[in-house]
């Protein structure tokens, strides 16, 4: 396993973790490590900033994202604090200008 193969929206089990983590961004690459943001599945604790070594790697277990037709019901783009996302501002009409 190399550090390319985790994905967001993948689930890591590992003895590092006290739970099952869901990978809430992409995962930054470095030089044999990957950095991910991570939320645990039962408690929605978040640990942000987890770098993994290609030997972590080792240990890990990946429950890879779900694809197919029904992957949009999976909320895999997760933010931070266990919160979809912020959706963008649309702008506001001004009533003076009508």
């Known amino acids: 396993m190399t550090v390319q193969t985790i994905r967001q929206g993948d689930i890591l089990k590992t003895p590092k973790f006290d739970e099952p983590m869901r990978v809430i961004n992409e995962p930054r690459v470095g030089n044999g490590y990957v950095l991910v943001d991570l939320v645990g599945i039962r408690t929605q604790s978040f640990r942000g ?5 290609s030997a ?3 240990n890990i277990e990946i429950e890879v994202r779900e694809t197919g037709p029904d992957a949009a019901m999976i909320p ?9 996302p912020d ?10 200008s009508s």
């Open 87 to 96: 959706l963008p501002v649309l702008p506001q009409k001004n009533p003076a």
């Open 76 to 84: 895999a783009n997760i933010g931070a604090a266990g919160r979809p």
């Open 49 to 53: 900033g987890v770098f993994l070594t």
């Open 56 to 58: 972590d790697l080792q």
